[in-house]
């Protein structure tokens, strides 16, 4: 992982430590995706990382969410492949995806987090119905928790930028070992208990 461009994440707050509020409760960090378009130069080396990712990949298409447009856009400038996005209006998906598509195409799907994959899965279903064949998603950052079956990869992830903040001296060691502890507990919550029913 690029350790550069974890500290310019910290530097332009979009990640940041302390104790945050969100709908799922409380957690040790929060994540500012939406602002990364207002930092062309750092948005430029996601795109740059997210190359990487795709190195080996049969990618025809980019589909993003509607959260991750100009990740997309970005990206398909960089590339040269087309993009097809969601307008997030929960239609259907041939109502839903704009862009030019038609069977069988192979596909990667663009997020901010993997946590959004979680939420994902008649939207997946729905893309593949209409012939975008989505076999991996890359997302811009992965807070180190399960995520459901399909293969993930991310330009962020939050144990290994816990690793170079530490090391760096950019974060205080109890606040890096708080969040190591809330990885642990979110991914014990999501793993099924010997002999519990499945649903």
């Known amino acids: 992982m690029n350790a550069e461009l974890v500290r310019l994440f910290m530097e332009a707050g979009l990640l940041q430590f302390g104790r945050f509020q969100d709908s799922s409760g409380t957690r040790p960090f929060l994540t500012n995706l939406d602002y990364l378009p207002a930092y062309p130069d750092i948005l430029k080396q996601v795109v740059a990382e997210t190359r990487l990712h795709l190195d080996g990949l049969a990618v025809q298409r980019l589909v993003a969410t509607p959260e991750a447009v100009p990740f997309g856009v970005a990206l398909a400038l960089e590339t040269g492949i087309s993009l097809v996005y969601s307008r997030g209006q929960g239609k259907e998906a041939v109502y839903d995806l704009a862009g030019a598509y038609n069977i069988g195409h192979a596909s990667v799907l663009l997020v901010n987090t993997t946590e959004t994959l979680?939420?994902?899965?008649?939207?997946?279903?729905?893309?593949?119905?209409?012939?975008?064949?989505?076999?991996?998603?890359?997302?811009?950052?992965?807070?180190?928790?399960?995520?459901?079956?399909?293969?993930?990869?991310?330009?962020?992830?939050?144990?290994?930028?816990?690793?170079?903040?530490?090391?760096?001296?950019?974060?205080?060691?109890?606040?890096?070992?708080?969040?190591?502890?809330?990885?642990?507990?979110?991914?014990?919550?999501?793993?099924?208990?010997?002999?519990?029913?499945r649903p």
């Open 118 to 197: 979680l939420f994902l899965g008649g939207f997946i279903a729905g893309a593949r119905r209409v012939g975008l064949d989505i076999h991996t998603a890359v997302a811009i950052f992965d807070p180190g928790t399960t995520v459901p079956d399909i293969t993930a990869r991310a330009i962020i992830n939050l144990p290994d930028a816990l690793e170079i903040l530490a090391a760096q001296g950019e974060l205080p060691i109890q606040q890096a070992l708080t969040v190591r502890a809330w990885i642990a507990e979110q991914r014990a919550a999501a793993t099924p208990h010997p002999g519990a029913v």
